[in-house]
Nanobody, 123 residues
Framework: VQLQASGGGLVQAGDSLRLSCAASGRTFSNYAMAWFRQVPGKEREFVAAINWSGSVTYYADSVKDRFTISRDNAKKTVYLQMNSLKPEDTAVYYC?????????????????WGQGTLVTVSS
């Protein structure tokens, strides 16, 4: 399984970005997907998750109402729309594919990870 994340970059506070993660190697629509992020020196933290069909989503409190996770099973791609970005959103963002259909916030559920894409938000 390969996950290729893209869409990161340098933006100003208040701007928007959309991250994409293209999957290959197994039946994409069978599995939940998620985004995590990590700042150097800190643990990887949960950002958002979506179940296999896209009908159920979960968000970290810090991004709720600003970020939206979605998926296109025909394109085997999961997205993270990030609005009203803040400097504290600066991190490397990773997409992850689950062992299961149902989404969760728990890192252990995700057994495949993308390479990460850097998002930098300047104040």
């Amino acid at each position: 399984v390969q996950l290729q994340a893209s869409g990161g970059g340098l933006v100003q506070a208040g701007d928007s970005l959309r991250l994409s993660c293209a999957a290959s190697g197994r039946t994409f629509s069978n599995y939940a997907m998620a985004w995590f992020r990590q700042v150097p020196g800190k643990e990887r933290e949960f950002v958002a998750a979506i179940n296999w069909s896209g009908s159920v989503t979960y968000y970290a409190d810090s991004v709720k109402d600003r970020f939206t996770i979605s998926r296109d099973n025909a394109k085997k791609t999961v997205y993270l729309q990030m609005n009203s970005l803040k400097p504290e959103d600066t991190a490397v963002y990773y997409c992850a594919s689950s062992r299961f259909e149902q989404a969760t916030r728990n890192t252990y559920q995700y057994n495949y990870w993308g390479q990460g894409t850097l998002v930098t938000v300047s104040s």
